[in-house]
């Protein structure tokens, strides 16, 4: 496997960085938290997806990136003669086979799939192979010796067979668990056996009762069948006596009901025998009505117009008061437009005066303000020359005639008394000036009673100005009123003219009194009218009240003829109810023997039946033993199966760890005697898998700290290319993963030269490392760095012209020439 290029966008630290890998032994260096590790990170996780990775999907995220930008990794490498392509994100995966543009993998698990495939390893196996982590190359050294067995075990993948060996032994115990439950759970076979006689002999029982249920049932039937003709007729004749009782009932019924009906007719003929006494004179007192009606009307006329006279003469007289008081209030507002202009006036006078008084007050305050702001200013500046002078005073007085002058730097010698007298006076006149301006400030603090006055003043003068200008609007309220005033006079005028011209169109001449007497006269007669129309009413219904009795009456006779035919007829029946019971009695004593014997039939069938289920039953219970105990033997078998396997993975153990140590010890010599040109050609284990170096076929008693370096990345090595053996895969790609952290200057240049000589077996060597020493032994440098500035990774590249190319390969072209590094991304 050779990597060819890397791209990450939004990926941990990385915004958007670009790295191509080429042949060589190649240095990724940079501070710690710098992003270094991220780029291995990013290799893993676009091969094995997210498992490769630190954290959770949130967290793979560029922290800076946009809500929707993606994350994106893309990596090119070869493998078999195949160039690949891998582009992953959070929620996408495709990989691309040489240079198409069709992916041969497009989902996330198809993709992990297929590169897991054609790379032959698990992602634990890659990393133990291509992928050297930080500290792992002395991590023998650290462990005791069973620790040592168990590690090889575990990274050289022996560690699936003890998998595989605890899966056999787990399946094994479940088997045995389920064989215990299985015998636990299985029922007696000898109650089995005797559960299934005792459901043949109870069938037997119940089938001999059956057939005896049987024969009483189609006894009892035929008895019920033969009483049945005697009791139908019997129900017929029944039938019929109550149907003639129902006629009879409602012949009797309508009988009654047209006799009532005929002596309603004669009390109603009665009544029109009195009518007729009573119409004439009734007809006579109400002759008076109409005339009286047409006079009852005038006089309703006369008395709404008399009432349309008393409302509007109350009309008049709330008008001419409503007249009378606004007469009242238009002479109070006569003076109004006098008082307007007087007050106006005033108005004016006192906003001059106020205007003139506030520019006043503005300017004193000002020129108080300004006297109190110069007096602290000077004061402040007093008191800093004070102490620059005092602080000069202290240093003469500190050098004596030795101190330097002020203005051109040559001792003062003989002028210093001069210069200390001059000072002093200096310090004495700021000292002066000081107090007085001092006092100055501190009589400037209250505000001076000119100031107050004038401020009382116009206080004073606001106040009278509000309220003249109260005043002023109360009047212009006065004329809007005057106004209103006239208007509504108008008006009221207007109205009582109205008024007085209905008045003298009312009718006059009302007679309150002969208004009542003539609408209770009315009443009386109306009275009569109505009792003279009932009683016209009855004479007048006399001939069809007469023909309605004649019906009636015929109709009730004929209704009489009826009841006593119905009668004849049921006397002629002959049946009672003592011969109906008889016949009923007989009819249901057959029919409760016939039922109660088919009752027992059906109980006798159907203890029969569920004696047929129970023997069922019984014999599934019997089918139900002999498939458990075959169930049994197969779980005995299979059990047997899985004891045979685990000794087999036992054997099979025992046997790799037999030939774990000579095998690594001849891959590790390989290794050993390549990178030490044949100094030392073989390399064995003891039994605890502490490393020898051979000397002459004898162990070296003493190895220096370079020896050790080289024992544990030989180590490393042969690990690696037996995992990469066991996949099927060539060993050409190594990475180391801060492997420098816990050596010294000397043991760094040691391991970086080792590295220098693997180029016979390694196309590319990546070495990832904060150290930054060790760049001078490296064919090509990406400096790692954080830019603050943007918050993310940037990678720079940087190319180291050797004098021996080892690998075989032209020099890493860079960006720019020399040492000067260039950016890899912006």
């Known amino acids: 496997m050779r990597l060819i290029s890397l791209r990450l966008q939004n990926f941990r630290q990385h915004a958007d960085t670009r790295i191509e890998f080429e042949r060589g032994l190649t240095g990724i260096i940079g501070p710690n938290g710098s992003g270094k590790s991220t780029l291995l990170e990013a290799i893993a996780w676009a091969l094995y997806g997210t498992p490769a990775a630190r954290g959770t999907r949130d967290s793979i995220r560029f922290s800076r990136a946009l809500p929707r930008a993606s994350v994106r990794v893309e990596l090119a490498f070869e493998l078999a003669g195949h160039a690949y392509r891998v582009v992953r994100g959070l929620t996408n995966a495709e990989v691309f086979l040489d240079g198409s543009d069709i992916p041969v993998a497009s989902t996330i698990s198809g993709s992990?799939?297929?590169?897991?495939?054609?790379?032959?390893?698990?992602?634990?196996?890659?990393?133990?192979?291509?992928?050297?982590?930080?500290?792992?190359?002395?991590?023998?050294?650290?462990?005791?010796?069973?620790?040592?067995?168990?590690?090889?075990?575990?990274?050289?993948?022996?560690?699936?067979?003890?998998?595989?060996?605890?899966?056999?032994?787990?399946?094994?115990?479940a088997l045995m668990a389920e064989i215990n439950g299985l015998k636990q759970g299985m029922p007696d076979a000898d109650a089995i056996w005797r559960g299934v006689a005792d459901a043949e002999a109870r069938l037997a029982v119940a089938?001999?009762?059956?057939?005896?249920?049987?024969?009483?049932?189609?006894?009892?039937?035929?008895?019920?069948?033969?009483?049945?003709?005697?009791?139908?007729?019997?129900?017929?004749?029944?039938?019929?006596?109550?149907?003639?009782?129902?006629?009879?009932?409602?012949?009797?019924?309508?009988?009654?009901?047209?006799?009532?009906?005929?002596?309603?007719?004669?009390?109603?003929?009665?009544?029109?025998?009195?009518?007729?006494?009573?119409?004439?004179?009734?007809?006579?007192?109400?002759?008076?009505?109409?005339?009286?009606?047409?006079?009852?009307?005038?006089?309703?006329?006369?008395?709404?117009?008399?009432?349309?006279?008393?409302?509007?003469?109350?009309?008049?007289?709330?008008?001419?008061?409503?007249?009378?008081?606004?007469a009242e209030r238009a002479v109070r507002l006569e003076s109004a437009p006098t008082l307007e202009r007087d007050t106006q006036l005033q108005l004016a006078t006192l906003r001059g005066t106020l205007t003139e008084t506030?520019?006043?007050?503005?300017?004193?305050?000002?020129?108080?303000?300004?006297?109190?702001q110069e007096a602290a200013t000077r004061l402040e500046g007093l008191r800093g020359q004070y102490a620059e002078l005092s602080e000069q005073r202290d240093t003469l007085e500190g050098l004596g005639e030795e101190s330097p002058c002020p203005t051109c730097g040559r001792p003062l010698g003989a002028s210093y008394r001069g210069v200390?007298?001059?000072?002093?006076?200096?310090?004495?006149?700021?000292?002066?000036?000081?107090?007085?301006?001092?006092q100055r400030a501190e009589q400037l603090t209250a505000v001076p009673a000119a100031i107050e006055a004038m401020d009382e003043q116009r206080r004073a003068m606001q106040a009278e100005l509000s309220a003249a200008e109260r005043r002023l609007l109360k009047i212009q309220n006065a004329l809007t009123e005057a106004t209103q005033v006239a208007d509504a006079r108008t008006e009221l005028a207007a109205r009582l003219a109205q008024a007085t011209e209905q008045l003298a169109a009312l009718p006059l001449g009302y007679d309150a009194l002969r208004?009542?007497?003539?609408?209770?006269?009315?009443?009386?007669?109306?009275?009569?009218?109505?009792?003279?129309?009932?009683?016209?009413?009855?004479?007048?219904?006399?001939?069809?009240?007469?023909?309605?009795?004649?019906?009636?009456?015929?109709?009730?006779?004929?209704?009489?003829?009826?009841?006593?035919?119905?009668?004849?007829?049921?006397?002629?029946?002959?049946?009672?109810?003592?011969?109906?019971?008889?016949?009923?009695?007989?009819?249901?004593?057959?029919?409760?023997?016939?039922?109660?014997?088919?009752?027992?039939?059906?109980?006798?069938?159907?203890?029969?039946?569920?004696?047929?289920?129970?023997?069922?039953?019984?014999?599934?219970?019997?089918?139900?033993?002999?498939?458990?105990?075959?169930?049994?033997?197969?779980?005995?078998?299979?059990?047997?199966?899985?004891?045979?396997?685990?000794?087999?993975?036992?054997d099979l153990r025992t046997d790799l760890n037999f030939q774990l140590r000579p095998e690594l010890a001849t891959i590790a010599s390989g290794f050993l005697g390549e990178l030490t040109d044949g100094r030392y050609r073989e390399l064995e284990f003891d039994e605890d898998y502490r490393?020898?170096?051979?000397?002459?076929?004898?162990?070296?008693?003493?190895?220096?700290?370079?020896?050790e370096d080289l024992c544990n990345l030989v180590l490393r090595l042969a690990i690696s290319q037996m995992i990469a053996e066991r996949a099927g895969q060539a060993f050409s790609l190594l990475i180391l993963d801060e492997v420098f952290g816990s050596l010294d200057e000397g043991r760094r240049a040691n391991v970086v030269d080792l590295l220098r000589n693997l180029h016979g077996?390694?196309?590319?060597?990546?070495?990832?490392?904060?150290?930054e020493q060790v760049q001078e032994g490296l064919d090509r440098v990406l400096m790692v760095e954080y830019d603050d500035s943007r918050g993310c990774s940037v990678v720079r590249t940087s190319a180291r012209a050797h004098s021996v190319d080892p690998f075989g390969t032209a020099a890493l072209a860079a960006e720019s020439s020399g040492d000067t590094l260039s950016p890899v991304h912006a």
């Open 420 to 438: 200390l007298e001059l000072l002093n006076e200096q310090i004495e006149t700021v000292r002066i000036d000081g107090n007085y301006y001092r």
């Open 761 to 771: 077996r390694f196309e590319q060597v990546i070495v990832i490392t904060h150290i």
């Open 112 to 173: 992990t799939e297929f590169l897991q495939r054609r790379l032959g390893m698990t992602r634990s196996e890659f990393f133990h192979t291509y992928f050297t982590g930080q500290k792992e190359l002395d991590v023998m050294a650290a462990l005791g010796p069973a620790e040592r067995a168990r590690f090889l075990s575990r990274v050289l993948g022996y560690d699936r067979i003890s998998g595989a060996q605890e899966i056999a032994r787990e399946r094994r115990r």
């Open 515 to 650: 208004h009542r007497a003539l609408r209770d006269e009315v009443v009386r007669l109306q009275e009569l009218e109505t009792k003279a129309a009932r009683v016209g009413g009855l004479v007048e219904r006399e001939d069809v009240t007469r023909t309605e009795r004649l019906r009636v009456s015929v109709v009730r006779d004929a209704a009489r003829t009826k009841v006593v035919e119905l009668e004849r007829q049921r006397t002629a029946l002959g049946m009672d109810d003592t011969s109906y019971q008889r016949v009923r009695d007989a009819h249901e004593r057959a029919a409760a023997e016939a039922r109660r014997a088919e009752l027992d039939a059906v109980s006798a069938a159907g203890e029969a039946e569920r004696a047929r289920a129970a023997l069922d039953s019984a014999e599934q219970g019997r089918r139900d033993l002999a498939r458990l105990q075959e169930t049994l033997d197969a779980l005995e078998k299979d059990k047997q199966l899985h004891d045979e396997l685990d000794r087999a993975l036992t």
């Open 358 to 372: 506030e520019r006043t007050l503005d300017a004193e305050s000002k020129a108080w303000t300004r006297d109190g």
């Open 691 to 707: 490393v020898l170096i051979m000397e002459d076929e004898i162990p070296k008693p003493v190895i220096s700290g370079g020896e």
């Open 207 to 326: 089938r001999t009762r059956a057939a005896e249920a049987e024969v009483a049932r189609v006894s009892t039937s035929d008895r019920l069948s033969a009483v049945a003709p005697q009791w139908l007729d019997a129900q017929t004749q029944r039938d019929q006596m109550q149907q003639l009782l129902a006629e009879l009932r409602v012949a009797e019924s309508e009988a009654m009901s047209f006799a009532r009906e005929v002596e309603r007719l004669d009390r109603e003929l009665d009544a029109v025998a009195l009518a007729h006494n009573e119409l004439a004179p009734l007809r006579l007192a109400i002759l008076p009505l109409l005339s009286l009606r047409a006079e009852l009307e005038s006089l309703e006329q006369l008395a709404a117009a008399d009432a349309r006279r008393q409302a509007l003469m109350e009309r008049v007289r709330t008008v001419a008061e409503e007249d009378a008081k606004l």
